[in-house]
């Protein structure tokens, strides 16, 4: 695993990943925002529970901390997408974030400051483009199969880009 320098490592079962027709890993080119509808220890439980296909590579707690739970080469099962249906197969293009809370509730400062240290690394250690909705940064709504209000509107996007653009200094172990 490589693992996200500023991250406690929490990690998922390893059955819970990869495709037969896929494999387990695959270059990635976004990430996909998600909204846990739910607080640490539900997403432990939904994580580790063997018999559900529920897995995702990063959790951002509502303290700020980051949990990384598999490399963000694998092919997790967040989004519920792996078709080719003329846009992105969200479970083998995209690392699945979840972030803590509730729909309705925006991510808190520290949530975002987080969420935009994780992207800027995986733009320097994976290539990924520019914080650019529907373009390197997906809701789980945009790109499931399945219909899903998630992640509710939580993910402050604007605020976000422009944390990324004003290239200050955001990788930091302070909560």
Known sequence: MNPYPLAILQPGPLSK?????????????????HSAEGYQTALLDILLTPDNRK?????????????QHYDPLDNCWA?????DDG???ANIDLIAVEAEGLAGRALNDKQVRSFASLYSWLQQ????????????VYEHRWVSDLPTACPSDRYPHVQIASILAAREPIMSNDR
């Open 17 to 33: 990943r990869g495709y037969q027709v896929y494999g387990v890993q695959s270059p990635k080119r976004g990430v996909a925002c």
């Open 55 to 67: 897995s995702w590579h990063f959790s951002i707690l509502l303290d700020g901390t980051v949990w």
């Open 79 to 83: 989004s519920g997408d792996v078709d």
């Open 87 to 89: 846009g992105i197969r």
């Open 125 to 136: 250690a994976y290539g990924l483009g520019p914080y650019e909705p529907w373009r390197t």
